[in-house]
Every structure is written in C-alpha cells, then in structure tokens.
C-alpha cells in the first residue's frame, strides 16, 4: 500500500497500541516515573486518568512489557464491566492462582498466602485495572479491601486504577472515600501540544523506518494539530488517511489541503479550533471535549473509509 511509496517498513500511525511508539512527553514520562516508582516502592493505590485517546492504554502496555521483563507477576483487567466474583475469577486467572472453593472469603485467604510467598521470595505482583471509570461502587469497594493484604510495613498487592477523568469525579463520591484516601501516587496523561504533535508525528515515522526526506509538510502536521486538538488517536486517524490520499494522488510530501480534506470528510471542521487572535485555552478545552464527545463515531466513520479504500484498491 502506501508504505512503499513513503520508503516505510510498516504503518506507522495505526491505532493499535503498540508500546514501540510511545511518545515520551514530559507528562507521560512523569506518568510512568510515578508507576514504576510506585510499584518498586510498594506504595499500594497509584491512579492514572485522561481523556479518551491520550495514550493511557499504550502507557500501560509499555509499563506492562517492563513488569514481565523485570519478572513481575502480572494481572491485566481491560473488561472493566464486572461483578465482584468476576473481579476475582479473573485476578485468579491472570495471576495462575489455583483455588479450589469458589467461596470469596477461601478466594481471598488463598491469594493472601501467594502474595505472602512471594513477598517473602521478594517478589512483587501488580494489578492493573484499565476502564476502571466503568467499575461499580461494589467492585471498586472490593478493591480497597484488597489494600488490607499487607505485612506491618507493606503492601502485598500493588493495584493501578485507570480510566477517564470520570474516574476521578467517581472517587469523590461520599462512599468511596476510603478509598480516595489510599491512593497515594496520581498521574495523568494530555493532550499534545503543537510542539509535541510534531515530535510525535516525527518519531512515528522514524521508527517505522522513514529517511530523511519529509513525509509531511509543515503545515499539514500543524493541520493534523488542530484538527486533532492534540489527541493521539486522532492524530494517527489523520495522518493515516492523509497518506492514503497523498498515496493515490502520488503527492509527497503530505499537503496540509489532503489533511483538511480529510478533516472536512469527517466533519472535524466543525469542532476543531481556529487558530487566531481569539484562541483561548477555554476555547481550546471546549472543542476538545467535543471531539471526544464524537470520537466514538469519528473512529467508525474513518475504519468505514479505509475498508472503502481497500475495496477500491482491490478492484
């Protein structure tokens, strides 16, 4: 497809999230300072919000990667839509726990004396919930309980809650603040700037194996910018079709019109801020929170474009 015509190995903007294209901003690398800190010092709660798009899940799975690498046990929930017993099949499963009763009060004894093993081995387990703005008051309860599997110094189970900022406003809730009060480490992730979308947009191509002649012009990355309000997901949506488009007109580098093209195809134009004199940083919070009101429905339309274009190509 395109990656020829740009000298590329692979496609660098897909939406998957691969941890080999983590873009180390400063609020992400603060990010994942905190959760291996966090995690090595045993500090129990640590919570990681932001907005849908903004790299938590690719954050995660970079953290994730070191965990394995450093031969920590591991337990991944990203199904966050889940009962208490759920919560607890699953913790047994990733953590290869073996439990014979199915009784929650034996469930808990059982996982209390693996981390007990493995504390006493100097081993650490980590529990990773993803989503977790969707866990019920219940289940969420659940999880502060499990902050009581400690030794008189320790924590046994290092726990990370992830979500979007709906998370948060949850955890104000009266009921839930107990376990407001054990968080100890919070980290967020953002938007890029316009400095970052185009490090960010360089660095992808980078390491899907671009030379160094342009892809992209200057203005097209500062077209992605503003049509993307700086979220990652759109950017890649952006530049993925944008190339597309400058693939089948054999145009390189990528034109800042082929972006607005795109944008204007899936309605971006409409919410996305103009840049100018009246440009505020509330402006700037207003549009995007409505691009991420219909990021769900921009995904669709674009995954509906790039099948169309397949076809096309095919026939």
């Known amino acids: ?33 905190a959760l291996t800190y966090g995690i090595q010092n045993r500090k129990g709660f640590i919570l990681l919000t932001g907005e849908v798009g903004t790299g938590k899940t690719t954050l995660l799975n970079r953290l994730l990667g070191w965990l394995r690498g450093q031969r920590v046990a591991t337990a991944y929930i990203f199904n ?35 981390l007990l093993d493995r504390y006493r081995a100097g081993e650490t387990a980590v529990l990773i919930i993803d989503e ?26 290092q726990i990370v809650l992830t979500g979007q900022p709906e998370l948060e406003e949850k955890l104000k809730s009266p009921q839930l603040r107990q376990l407001r009060q054990r968080i100890t480490l919070r980290c967020r992730t953002a938007p890029l700037t316009l400095e970052e979308t185009f490090g960010y947009v360089t660095e992808r191509l980078r390491i899907a194996g671009a030379n160094c002649e342009p892809i992209f012009s200057k203005e097209a990355i500062e077209m992605v910018h503003t049509y993307s309000c700086g979220i990652p997901r759109v950017v890649n949506l952006l530049c993925e079709h944008s190339m597309i488009n400058a693939y089948v007109d054999s145009v390189r580098p990528v034109p800042a019109h082929l972006v607005e ?29 409505s691009l991420l009101e219909n990021l769900d429905e921009l995904l669709g339309r674009l995954r509906q474009m790039g099948a169309a274009a397949a076809r096309e190509r095919k026939s």
Do not use: H
């Not at 440009?279 to 207003?286: H, K, M, Y």
């Open 261 to 289: 093209e795109v944008a204007r195809e899936f309605q971006l134009d409409e919410i996305a801020p103009v840049a100018g004199a009246g440009f505020t940083a509330a402006g700037q919070a207003a549009n995007t929170q």
């Open 132 to 157: 977790a703005q969707n866990l019920s008051p219940d289940v969420l309860e659940e999880i502060r309980l499990l902050t009581n599997l400690e030794t008189s110094t320790e924590k046994l189970l």
């Open 1 to 33: 497809m395109y990656q020829k015509f740009f000298g590329l190995r692979e496609s660098p903007f897909n939406v998957n999230p691969d941890p080999r294209y983590l873009f180390l901003t400063r609020q992400i690398q603060e990010a994942l300072a």
């Open 80 to 114: 966050s839509r889940l009962s208490v017993n759920d919560l607890f099949d699953l913790m047994l499963a990733e953590f290869e726990i073996q439990c014979e009763s199915r009784e929650k009060s034996q469930i808990v004894l059982r996982l209390n004396q693996w």
